[in-house]
Structures are given as C-alpha cells and as structure tokens.
C-alpha cells in the first residue's frame, strides 16, 4: 500500500511538472480572435487583425502566436515576444510591406513574409491563429477601400495595432483624371488627324 501511495504521488508530481512545462507556450493567448481581413485583388496589400475579446488583460504573449490559413497551412511564427498588459479589448495587426507603405495605414505588429504573399486567397479561406481561433470567409472585397469584419461583415477598413493607433487605407487601382483622359482624347485626335492627312496625300499622288 504505501508503495502505491508513493507511485501515486510520483506520478502526480511528473503530471503537475508538465502541466507547468506547458503552462508558458499556452497562457496568454487563448482569447484573441482573428476579426477582420482586408486585401485588394492581387492581394499584395492584406492585412489581418486579431482582438483580444477576453476580460483578464493577461493574454501577452499574442506576439509568441503563430498564423495559418489554408492557402498557407504551415503558416509563420510571429516571433515578437510578450506584449505589455492590459490586453483586453485591445487589437494586434498582422500585414503585408505593401500595406505598411500606404499613407493612413497604422504600422503592423508583425509584417507577413513576402514569401506567403498574399498570405490568404480573396475568392474565400479559412485564417487560424495560435489560440485556436479561426474566421472562415467567402470571397473577401477587393476594391482596395472595404474589409470583411467578422461581426459588421463588409465595411470599410479600419485597421488598428497593438498601440491604438487606427486608421484606413485606400488600396484602389488609380483612376486616370478629367484632365489625363482630356490630354489622351487630344493626342489620339492628333493622331487620327495625321493618319487622315497622309492618306489623302496618297490617294491624289496616285
């Protein structure tokens, strides 16, 4: 009997050691959620925003996560460390270069590898994070000015780091102005005219 005891003991020891090992790598990361994607059509311009929708504010270590989607099921290691606390209601914004380079984008906690650009497909895919969370989305918008949030749905993009600072991009193909179009319309008259020009002088040498 008491040699029971001691293996009993034993072994609730090692089963206490590992839950400690596994404690670090878990703690601090569970309640962030993956809420709101943005891309434009060749998806070089994405960005994906996590919230910590949590009541703790303990949930630090989100800069240790790690992020997938099925178009990149291996995903990437974030490999940030520990943010400072309080977490709660606070967001963590994960982003392609492209879209750390537009003006009134806020800059990105991470920058997405250029090697898992675009990092999700926009004709619809499943992005999880390290916490087990995941949003799975159709075909996402992509004329360069609205997201997909996972509780407003279509909106216009409202990115915000781990800081607080927010904003929204204009990722949308530019549009020639009134007075570009004008300059092409006068040149192609030009050019008609000359065209027009040169086959009359042909027809009277013949």
């Known amino acids: 009997?008491?040699?029971?005891?001691?293996?009993?003991?034993?072994?609730?020891?090692?089963?206490?050691?590992?839950?400690?090992?596994?404690?670090?790598?878990?703690a601090?990361?569970?309640?962030?959620?993956?809420?709101?994607?943005?891309?434009?059509?060749?998806?070089?311009?994405?960005?994906?925003?996590?919230?910590?929708?949590?009541?703790?504010?303990?949930?630090?270590?989100?800069g240790n996560g790690?992020?997938?989607?099925?178009?990149?099921?291996?995903g990437f290691a974030f490999g940030q460390g520990q943010v400072a606390p309080p977490t709660n209601g606070r967001r963590y914004l994960i982003a392609t270069a492209a879209f750390a380079a537009l003006a009134g984008a806020p800059t990105p906690d991470v920058i997405i590898p250029a090697g898992l650009t675009p990092?999700?497909?926009?004709?619809?895919?499943?992005?999880?994070?390290?916490?087990?969370?995941?949003l799975t989305f159709g075909a996402v918008p992509t004329n360069g000015i609205d997201s997909f949030d996972e509780d407003a749905g279509v909106a216009v993009n409202s990115p915000e780091n781990y800081a607080g600072v927010s904003g929204s991009v204009n990722a949308a193909p530019a549009v020639p102005s009134?007075?570009?179009?004008?300059?092409?319309?006068?040149?192609?008259?030009?050019?008609?005219?000359?065209?027009?020009?040169?086959?009359?002088?042909?027809a009277v040498a013949s």
């Open 1 to 26: 009997m008491e040699r029971f005891n001691r293996m009993s003991i034993a072994a609730a020891g090692l089963v206490a050691g590992a839950l400690l090992l596994a404690t670090p790598a878990l």
């Open 66 to 74: 790690t992020l997938t989607s099925t178009l990149h099921p291996a």
């Open 178 to 202: 009134a007075s570009t179009l004008a300059l092409v319309t006068i040149a192609l008259a030009m050019v008609m005219t000359v065209v027009t020009l040169h086959r009359r002088r042909e």
């Open 119 to 134: 990092f999700f497909d926009t004709s619809g895919d499943t992005v999880t994070f390290s916490s087990g969370d995941s």
């Open 28 to 62: 601090g990361i569970h309640t962030w959620d993956v809420k709101e994607v943005f891309s434009n059509a060749n998806g070089n311009i994405q960005f994906i925003e996590l919230l910590d929708a949590g009541a703790t504010g303990t949930e630090i270590n989100v």
